[in-house]
């Protein structure tokens, strides 16, 4: 509760200095409770002082510069984020793109080996129908492993597509950025 006390005296007295005077000295004082004080008046001689700021206004040039930095630290904040969205957007769609293909050299080797179970033992009618569950069974499962890599293909490619409009978002913020940094140093000269 005093810590709140203490920073709503620190922001009245930096009010009260910026309309009342450009240049001024606050002080942190303790009194002999122990209390905190920020003030701007010299603290009385039994008071134990522990700080003495100058504060002095801004003029509306300094205030602009501050206020451009901070726009251009948040800019650049904004910038680096947006770039580290589109490094993990790269990063999930070529992941997405590995899972792909492995998932489409799976279903080759599946669909081989079911190819090589029905020449194997479905060459003759007699055979087919000893074998037709096992050879049923070896194509079910080659064709789960097509369906499999077909979607993992639709994924790494909808990946892909993500991370190219994030891209996209993310030059066009550079190019708005650079746009906007051109035109305040014109208006600057």
């Not at 790269?90 to 992941?95: C, D, I, N, V």
């Not at 087919?128 to 096992?134: A, E, P, T």
Request: charged residues 35%; hydrophobic residues 35%; negative net charge.
């Amino acid at each position: 509760m005093t810590h709140y006390k203490v920073c709503l005296a620190i922001i009245l007295v930096f009010c009260t200095t910026a309309v009342f005077g450009a240049e001024r000295n606050i002080y942190t004082w303790t009194d002999e409770r122990g209390n905190l004080h920020v003030t701007d008046e010299p603290p009385p001689s039994s008071a134990k002082v522990k700080d003495v700021e100058t504060y002095r206004d801004q003029t509306p040039e300094e205030v602009k510069s501050v206020e451009r930095t901070l726009q251009q630290r948040e800019a650049r904040r904004q910038a680096e984020e947006l770039q580290a969205d589109v490094a993990e957007a790269q990063r999930r769609a070529a992941e997405a793109a590995e899972a792909a293909v492995s998932a489409t050299e799976r279903a080759q080797a599946l669909t081989r080996e079911a190819q090589e179970y029905v020449r194997r033992f479905g060459n003759t009618p007699e055979r087919r129908k000893q074998f037709k569950y096992k050879i049923q069974a070896k194509k079910d499962v080659a064709l789960a492993a097509q369906d499999a890599a077909l979607e993992a293909r639709a994924l790494a490619d909808q990946a892909k597509l993500e991370a190219q409009q994030l891209q996209k978002v993310a030059e066009e913020a550079a190019n708005q950025r650079t746009a906007r940094t051109e035109d305040e140093l014109r208006l600057d000269e």
